[in-house]
């Protein structure tokens, strides 16, 4: 019997509500463009710093069980001769009411040279966890066979592609997550089946006539084959006495409105957004996110020296 991916425990838990729920497993971040490992191996070592952050995101707050994610990744690049390689981890849990979710992935890309610019093709492998808590569940039925009367976990194996472009002012990347469609056996009545998750993503820089403002734009589609979610989101940023602050908003058709804030400071990055659903939720029942992340710079210089300093722009 299975237990068919996210929207299942949100829909026995909200059942009374109008919330239009996604059948998509992995969870949306607001911050996505700076967390670009989290849904593509080939980001891993794409620029020369190391990068690593913590995220944490609570969706449709003031609701009881409601879905919070936390995740923890890094990544950088190393040379061996005349290849540049990136090497990255990621770790998140993702608890939605009875259910929770867990991921650990090791990430490696390598990077070339191409038509100018630079080509990154990675690759991802982990373990996907996944937990319910069957003593929990109050259906009213002590009969119904269709979620366990007990705790059950499972894992399964998790694989992953992608291609990433850069070249001036502007990238792109393609990747896809789950892609051998595991099943996590929860005991021995039950399976969770997890689809493959495609994304296509890219952004352009464009820098305005003083010197210290930038506009950053960037977009993501996201699609399961069944359903998918598209954002555009655009930020103002401006850099001083190296460091930086930043205002933006992210649109989702048919989904939301997000406002994003935050900053730079001596290689720390500091972000926070509230995403407003527009599909009849109250803005009270929003989403919050907090992101923390660091960068320094990798000297990946032929002679070796491997010098380190923290970055003075994004």
């Not at 359903?227 to 933006?248: N, P």
């Not at 649109?251 to 900053?263: A, E, K, Q």
């Amino acid at each position: 019997m299975s237990l068919r991916i996210r929207c299942t425990v949100i829909t026995a838990m909200l059942a009374l509500t109008s919330i239009q729920v996604s059948a998509q497993y992995d969870p949306y971040f607001s911050h996505y463009y700076d967390m670009q490992t989290s849904f593509n191996p080939a980001a891993a070592g794409k620029e020369d710093r190391l990068n690593v952050y913590a995220v944490y995101a609570m969706s449709l707050a003031g609701f009881e069980n409601a879905p919070q994610v936390v995740s923890f990744a890094g990544d950088m690049p190393f040379r061996t001769k005349k290849v540049i390689h990136g090497v990255g981890a990621k770790f998140m849990n993702d608890k939605i009411g009875l259910f929770n979710h867990q991921h650990i992935t090791a990430q490696y890309a390598m990077r070339l040279r191409a038509l100018k610019g630079n080509l990154s093709i990675g690759i991802n492998a982990g373990m996907i966890t996944e937990k319910f808590k069957g003593s929990e569940v109050e259906l009213g039925e002590e009969g119904d066979p269709v979620f366990p009367k007990s705790d059950v976990d499972g894992n399964s194996v998790d694989l992953g592609v992608g291609i990433y472009y850069s070249r001036k002012n502007w990238y792109v990347g393609i990747s896809a997550q789950h892609l051998n469609y595991p099943t996590v056996k929860l005991g021995e009545m039950y399976e969770f089946k997890i689809d493959g998750t495609y994304y296509a993503m890219g952004g352009v820089d464009f820098q305005l006539r003083n010197p210290a403002l930038k506009i950053l734009t960037s977009a993501i589609v996201r699609t399961d084959l069944t359903s998918y979610r598209a954002d555009i989101t655009g930020r103002l940023q401006y850099s001083f006495d190296g460091k930086m602050l930043y205002a933006g908003i992210g649109v989702s058709p048919t989904n939301s409105v997000t406002v994003l804030i935050g900053g730079k400071f001596q290689g720390f990055l500091v972000g926070y957004s509230f995403e407003a659903f527009t599909n009849g939720i109250s803005i009270r029942n929003g989403s919050h996110e907090m992101h923390i992340g660091y960068q320094m710079d990798v000297d990946l210089g032929k002679k070796g020296k491997n010098r380190h300093q923290t970055t003075r722009t994004l």
